[in-house]
């Protein structure tokens, strides 16, 4: 069977030129692309910071918004409360309690329940915490509690934190969800407890005043302004960080509902400490981006639409204002930054993509032309070599030819004059040459002289150098060899080929013979010319002398 012979050079050199282009290609691709990334990263950094702060601007009408609406709807219980405690009805109450000024009290009590459908308690207490008069809001309805179910309020916090208070001073409550006979109330009642002492004209303490405000409506307002937004996840928190609003209702109320880790700080332990501890500001985090600020619905004072700016306002004592202190907190998660960058839209995915692909058939033919360039710089140089080479070597017995060692030999006579070392030069030619071409044919003659050449070489020290001179003619250079070496090493190079058998195609063999003539460097010698004259001449000595002999020139 025949078999295509496999050139396996070729294959090597085909797999070598892959790998280089390969190489070539990963440092194109990885320099170019390194290099677009740096000068585009910081760019896209401040795109996407444009982004971000396009994002928090938006946000802005939320802050404002739902901060003035929770401060407005506080204003107005602050003012309806206030305006009770003025009332004549009330006043005429306390300081003559008749049946006559209490019925009037009561159904004042029942009226304002009934119009303003957002006070869940109205309440008289007298000076040791007992109700009075109580009207409770049933179905819409202002509904005045018999006299046998009233109770004693003394240990309640919105009576014992007025105890000590002057005439004109009001008392704004936490908002917690309302309990009632020890039971959370159900649905929950988000409420807040507005309480004030009383005095009569003669300024003696004459009770307390308590309303229990609902905070459900306003913050069922809040939630609606919060879910307007595009990104729904705008919260109410407590001073303790507790929701009073959030977008997943579960998380509401942790530190009533007894759930202590439904709480800010335990969802977002990083951002927790900064947004408590100021009053607004923008703070990131790796999942997204917060937006808060410090609500103060009793501060209307300041920061005050122009509604608010009236003459007479409650006074609020500041354990009030602690306890009301909430923070709006809004967050924008990455994934909505993000949508909204270049690179998560399809068209700048396309385009990236595009962009590398470009880069990576950049690369590839960037590597291919390298690779070739380089191939052909190469084969040119080997091509040279050997042309080099080529020019040098003696076709038929591959060792010098006469220019090349002419020009070696020139080199080491220069360097041993230099150095003042011996240098021998040896010329050999081979006996009735014209004999063996006579006998034998044109063929066997060359086959002689290249094994004559052969053991010419081998038969040499590595720093002598040899060539072909002459048809049938070689000439030894024996670099730093006195004399007597040089004889020495004639002898053996003599010997040799003597000895040297040069098979014939019928399977017999031939031997021949060479006369070596021998000349050593002295000062007269200026060129290598001169030197091989020399030893011509000693050739030519041993030719006439018998042949197959070496004779030293003179
Ligand atoms: N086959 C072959 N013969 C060559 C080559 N170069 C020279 N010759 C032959 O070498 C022979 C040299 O002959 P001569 O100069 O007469 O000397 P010789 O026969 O060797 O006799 P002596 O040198 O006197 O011993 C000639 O016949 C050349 O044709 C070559 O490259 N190949």
Known sequence: MNQTP???????????????????????????????????????LHYVQGIEDQLIAQEETSVVAARQMIQREMYEQLHIFDMVVKSNILNAYI??????????????????????????????????????????????????????????????????????????????????????????????KPTLRISTRLYNEQGEAAGVFVINYLAKGMLERFRHLMTQRTNQQGMLLDSQGYWLSNHVRSNEWGADLGKPDHKFASFYPKAWPSIKANSSGILEIDSGIFRYKAIEPLNYLEDQPAHFRLEHHPTITKESFANTSWKLVIFIPREKI??????????????????????????????????????AAQKEKQTRLILEKQANIDALTGINNRRSFYELAEKELKQAKRKNTPLAVLMLDADHFKKVNDTYGHAIGDLVLKYLANSIKTTLRDVDLSGRVGGEEFAVLLPQTPLQEALEIAERLRKALEACQVPLPEGDSISFTVSIGLAMLTIQEEQFDQLMNKADLALYQAKSQGRNRVEQAV
Not at 6 to 35: C, M, P, Q, W
Not at 126 to 148: F, M, Q, S
Request: glycine share 4%; proline share 3%; net charge neutral.
């Open 6 to 44: 496999v050139n396996t050079e070729a294959l090597h050199s085909d797999l070598r030129l892959k790998h280089l282009t390969l190489k070539y290609f990963f440092a194109f691709f990885s320099g170019i692309s390194l290099f677009l990334f740096s000068i585009s990263l910081p760019i896209y």
């Open 95 to 188: 300081n003559d309690n008749s049946l006559e000024n209490q019925l009037r009290l009561e159904d004042f009590f029942k009226s304002i329940s009934t119009s303003f459908h957002r006070f869940d308690q109205i309440r008289l207490l007298d000076n040791t915490g007992k109700e009075a008069i109580r009207v409770n809001l049933v179905k819409g309805e202002g509904v005045l509690v018999a006299a046998d179910e009233l109770q004693n309020k003394a240990d309640r916090y919105y009576f014992k934190s007025v105890q000590q208070m002057p005439a004109g001073q009001i008392y704004v409550s936490p908002m917690d969800l309302n309990i009632e006979n020890d039971v959370i109330e159900l649905p929950h």
């Open 338 to 375: 993000n949508q909204r960058t270049f690179l998560y839209q399809p068209f700048g995915r396309a385009l990236t993509a595009l962009i590398l692909v470009l880069v990576a058939v950049l690369s590839f033919f960037g590597a291919s032309f390298l690779v070739q360039q380089k191939n």
